[in-house]
């Protein structure tokens, strides 16, 4: 997810009648949306992490996303039946999913799209939609992302023409990360912000696309592979990592106008939490 910030803002005046200016249109009024998940959920041998995390859900109100691997290890019909439903099924009805390698172990991830049904985006895997005053991408890293290809030009005409003035992203593979699996250049063209993977929590400092601090301009990348799934080990932390931490939970955010919180929340039992609040730009 790389950019967790685009902020466009417009200006119009009009008038009528000669010289006669017309009422202005006040500015939209948004609600504060709360939006919460994480990626790497149900294991079948093991379910207890992911109700553990399905429980935190149900204390928290508004918008679940998932970051992908939603079912370990092949993406069956079985393992959403009985792995996923049972736990974070409860709350599909407010799901916004993305799709993970795993889901992809069967073909064409049909099971997965078959579950989540139309939100899911059937045959592309990406899709876009309003949060508050958010534009929400969901992209799809398991397909191609390069120059010319369908999902990049789909993401550039959508940017051109959002009207919201924050917007946010979120996939499967984190194009930066300090877990085991190692980083994904290959994420470069779609660098927008939030992505699992990575079985760990890491937080990252706003950065450039070639990992660049960058406090200004630069995007912030959250990876939350914190689901359900085992979890990985730190093996070396990666530059402008702020936070990180190998324990289960949902990443919870709350997108306002012009700015957001974030909020890792751990299942019971555990006390690391990571929190704070900074502007879109």
């Known amino acids: 997810m790389k950019r967790l910030v685009l902020l466009v803002a417009i200006l119009s005046l009009s008038h009528c ?3 006669t200016p017309t009422t202005p249109t006040p500015p939209p009024v948004y609600n ?3 939006f919460a998940g994480a990626g790497d959920i149900a294991l079948c041998s093991a379910l207890g992490p992911a109700e553990a995390t399905a429980k935190l859900l149900d204390g928290i ?3 679940v ?4 691997d939603n079912v370990q290890k092949d993406g069956t019909q079985e393992e959403f ?7 974070w099924g409860r ?3 407010r799901t916004y999913p993305s799709v993970g390698n795993h889901d992809y172990g069967t073909a064409g991830a049909a099971p997965y799209f078959a579950y989540f049904g139309f939100v899911a985006a059937p045959g592309t895997g990406y899709y876009s939609y309003t949060l508050g005053s958010w534009r929400l991408f969901v992209l799809n890293s398991n397909i191609d992302i390069g120059t010319g290809s369908a999902q990049l030009s789909w993401l550039t005409e959508q940017l051109s023409q959002a009207p919201e003035p924050c917007t946010l992203a979120y996939w499967h ?3 930066f990360t300090s877990g085991p699996n190692g980083a994904n250049p290959g994420m470069f063209p779609l660098w927008n912000v939030m992505n699992g993977h990575d079985h760990l929590y890491e937080r990252f400092a706003p950065q450039d696309p070639y990992g660049r601090a960058d406090p200004a301009r630069g995007v912030r990348q959250f990876t939350a592979g914190s689901g359900g799934a085992p979890l990985y080990p730190v093996v070396a932390v990666a530059a402008n990592s702020e936070v990180r931490a190998s324990v289960h939970g949902v990443l919870k955010l709350t997108l306002r106008s012009g700015t957001y919180d974030w909020e890792f929340v751990p299942v019971a039992g555990q006390t690391f939490r990571d929190t704070g ?4 730009h």
């Open 17 to 19: 009648g000669g010289n």
């Open 32 to 34: 504060d949306a709360v």
């Open 61 to 63: 109100p508004g918008t």
């Open 65 to 68: 996303f998932t970051l992908g």
């Open 81 to 87: 039946r009985d792995c996923y439903n049972p736990t």
């Open 91 to 93: 709350h599909r009805a």
């Open 173 to 175: 593979h984190p194009m």
């Open 277 to 280: 609040s900074t502007a879109c």
